[in-house]
């Protein structure tokens, strides 16, 4: 069946530093449909970033991501990270259902 | 924009009662909704998944004995826990679909 890898499960950096949180997938479809959800403390996971494009970076509030179906990946990276950005970070992908990674947690220190 | 509603945000229950949790959605047609419950440790467990006009296809683990679903149209559904334990504790949370899923802003479920 799918599946999703998200190999940090926590990730501290300074703020400013840029930020990569990995993401790999397997799957059987051979169009995947790939997401990236944020959870902050005490609230839902909410959509940040999805694609289904390959080769086509895809990008929403300071965060972008691109599809590459040759190496499975669906990195999150921004150029400059920020205090507000510290939050659970889910990889996504939609097959029959959405399959989603064990997640990473992002700490942004002063 | 899309949203969806779910309701109530925070429930207790005594250990063997039974709750309800709903989930509407507006802005768009839901013609899948997914239960996941979140575990203590923030991973996702997917409880069932409905797609209207289809059968609600329960995850290993769930059965519709246990977490009765209903999604009798395109903007609205309902998931019940019966009989809740501890061990059912959880933020339960519905995602409703067109294409992409959003989430309800969860239902967290206490039983004492």
């Known amino acids: 069946g799918d599946s999703v890898t998200q190999t940090e499960g926590l990730v501290t950096l300074t703020e400013g530093l840029p930020v990569m949180l990995n993401c790999t997938y397997q799957?059987?479809?051979?169009?995947?449909?790939l997401f990236w959800y944020v959870q902050h403390l005490n609230e839902s996971p909410r959509l940040l970033l999805k694609?289904?494009?390959?080769?086509k970076r895809t990008e929403h509030q300071g965060f972008h991501a691109t599809l590459h179906k040759s190496s499975s990946s669906f990195h999150l990276q921004k150029s400059s990270a920020q205090l507000s950005d510290s939050a659970l970070y889910y990889c996504?992908?939609?097959?029959?259902?959405?399959?989603f990674g064990t997640g990473t947690s992002l700490l942004v220190d002063p | 924009g899309a949203l969806v509603y779910q309701y109530p945000r925070r429930t207790i229950c005594k250990s063997g009662t039974s709750m309800r949790m709903e989930c509407q959605a507006v802005g768009f047609q839901a013609t899948s909704v997914a239960w996941y419950r979140q575990s203590p440790q923030k991973t996702f467990e997917l409880i069932a998944l409905s797609t209207v006009n289809s059968a609600i296809k329960y995850e290993q683990n769930f059965t519709q004995e246990k977490f009765p679903i209903s999604h009798p149209n395109l903007s609205f559904s309902s998931m019940t826990v019966l009989n809740a334990y501890l061990e059912d504790r959880g933020l339960y949370l519905c995602?409703?679909?067109?294409?992409?899923?959003?989430f309800g802003s969860g239902t967290r479920l206490t039983v004492l």
């Open positions: 694609s289904f494009t390959d080769n």
């Open positions: 799957t059987i479809y051979s169009n995947p449909f």
């Open positions: 996504a992908n939609m097959g029959y259902k959405l399959t």
């Open positions: 995602g409703a679909s067109a294409e992409t899923l959003y």
